[in-house]
């Protein structure tokens, strides 16, 4: 599933270490989210919109 979790995170000037900590997984989670090897429980979609100020529909391209 493709996203735009890097450039988000990038606007924000945080690193995937920082995300992790906001949402509260291992940054090798975020890893795989940016890269697309992962699809997140709705639960840890949420908490990443919210982390990046967006929404659901526009973080994931389904």
Do not use: C, W
């Amino acid at each position: 599933m493709n996203n735009k979790i890097k450039e988000l995170r990038q606007q924000y000037n945080l690193t995937q270490e920082d995300l992790a900590r906001k949402v509260g997984v291992r940054r090798e989670t975020i890893v795989f989210l940016e890269k697309g090897k992962y699809n997140p429980s709705l639960q840890l979609a949420h908490d990443v919109a919210k982390a990046l100020k967006t929404t659901i529909d526009d973080l994931f391209v389904f």
